[in-house]
């Protein structure tokens, strides 16, 4: 069963229209990442979230936004989406618990801009 | 977290054993060594972690000296079913964030 879940696997939004990933998790890990992962790149980090604490990377742009209403969901909001957008966004979940502990990722989302 | 390094590519046949090495000069005490695997159109998975001298599970080994300022991930007999982008990362345990490097890519052929 899968434990990190990724809605939509595939998303077609228009330039400039706002768009949101989303993302749950059933895992009640208390952290989660949101990475952007472009063709034939390594995933880049966003931003993550230790419980409700959020964390932004310095080079996100403010274009990139989220939300995290509760342990199990995590949203990844673009406000203006532009061509260079389209990737492929990750969501990852991990516990703090423990001395280290693995990640785990959902399928992603693709996105495409049109 | 420490900046780690690998070879972006390696080419392999099926049936040998893949080593890929990661160099990692800057890793702190508290600072894990973590391989993860991703096909394409997936997210990355977890492989192996250790910290020190080896670790072995079921589909890796991991080799970190005792310097801990390099680690290699060994593949036995691997298959075409094992061509993937390998990431090494430092990972510190705690809230903190995942920062993925460039990677490999391996390739397994016939």
């Known amino acids: 069963d899968a434990m990190v879940i990724q809605n939509p696997r595939y998303q077609v939004t228009q330039f400039g229209k706002p768009v949101t990933l989303s993302c749950s998790q059933t895992?009640?890990?208390?952290?989660m990442y949101w990475y952007q992962q472009k063709s034939s790149q390594a995933p880049k980090l966003l931003f993550h979230?230790?419980?409700?604490?959020?964390?932004n990377e310095a080079d996100t742009p403010d274009n990139f936004q989220s939300r995290r209403p509760n342990t199990s969901f995590c949203f990844l909001d673009i406000r203006s989406p532009g061509l260079g957008d389209a990737a492929m966004y990750l969501c990852?979940?991990?516990?703090?618990?423990?001395?280290?502990?693995?990640?785990?990722f959902g399928q992603g989302t693709r996105l495409t801009v049109v | 977290l420490a900046k780690t390094t690998q070879p972006i590519s390696m080419d392999s046949y099926e049936g040998q054993e893949v080593n890929i090495t990661c160099s990692h000069n800057?890793?702190?005490?508290?600072?894990?060594i973590t391989w993860y695997q991703q096909f394409p159109s997936q997210g990355p998975r977890f492989i192996i972690q250790g910290y020190k001298t080896k670790v072995t599970n079921e589909v890796a080994s991991l080799f970190i000296p005792a310097d801990r300022k390099s680690s290699t991930l060994s593949l036995p007999r691997v298959s075409l079913s094992d061509t993937a982008v390998y990431y090494c990362?430092?990972?510190?345990?705690?809230?903190?964030?995942?920062?993925f490097g460039t990677g490999t890519q391996l390739k397994v052929e016939l």
């Open positions: 979230y230790y419980d409700k604490d959020f964390n």
């Open positions: 990852a979940t991990r516990t703090s618990t423990g001395l280290n502990t693995e990640a785990f």
């Open positions: 895992l009640n890990h208390n952290v």
């Open positions: 990362l430092a990972t510190r345990g705690g809230g903190n964030k995942l920062t």
């Open positions: 800057n890793i702190a005490t508290n600072d894990y």
